[in-house]
């Protein structure tokens, strides 16, 4: 609001010609009236700035029904509490009540509420010169919590049971002899999957065979390599999938 929008009254120095257009609403004009003028906002002078407000509603005929109520209410408030203040109110502990406090905090949180709108506009407004409309910042996913695994040796062995248990049993009627698993071939395996990743998941090992001999010759594998310290082994809870990392240089300097 630009100060040409208030202009002295011809009927008196403190009376003001606005239009209300220009205003959201009673509290937007009622907090212009203090604030153009330096009032302190916690020592309203109620008497002047009711025949200011009141001044400025002259033309409250043009507005919308809702608006204009919204104005005449405000314009009965300011009444009311000027007349209160003709006869000052003591509350319960004997200090006097100050009928301007309800105003008070309306306008305050008003303010604090617009102040909030403009500057969300503000920052939508330099959004829109530095990107499209319809853009969506990515935002990057969170690293993942380098946790040491903290097990029991029985909750490894169910583990591994449990993934045992869900391995494919050959048709029942046949018995086949497959060549007997080495946990070298194994730990070699493990090895050369690590180079090609950090980590490596305990059921990608596994997956390819699919039986419970290499499900523990696996699993023996990846143990052998942890007490090596070639490898460490993980599990973020009991039951959660088993990951193998490759261990690094400033680990294995240490």
Known sequence: MSDAALAPHPSGPDLYQVELERFQGPLDLLL?????????IFDIP????????????????????ERAGEFLEMAATLVRIKAQMLFPRRTD?????????????????????REAARLLEEAERNRSRLRERGYVEVRPAPPLADVPLHTEWSEVWEAVRGLAARLAEPEPG??????????????????????ES?????????????????????????LELAKRSRVRVRQAEPFAPLWVYRRRAEDEAA
């Open 32 to 40: 212009h009236l203090i604030r153009n003028q330096d009032v302190d």
């Open 93 to 113: 502990d004997g200090e006097e009540e100050d009928p301007r406090a309800e105003l008070v905090r309306r306008l305050l949180e008003y303010e604090h509420f």
């Open 46 to 65: 109620i008497s002047r700035i009711t025949r200011q407000f009141l001044a400025a509603i002259t033309q409250v005929e043009r507005l919308e029904l």
């Open 198 to 222: 950090r980590r490596v998941e305990f059921a990608a090992v596994v997956s390819p065979w699919g039986t419970r001999m290499h499900a523990v010759v696996s699993l023996l594998a990846c």
């Open 174 to 195: 046949y018995r086949f002899l497959g060549r007997p698993v080495r946990m070298e071939e194994k730990i070699e395996l493990i090895l050369g999957m690590l180079q």
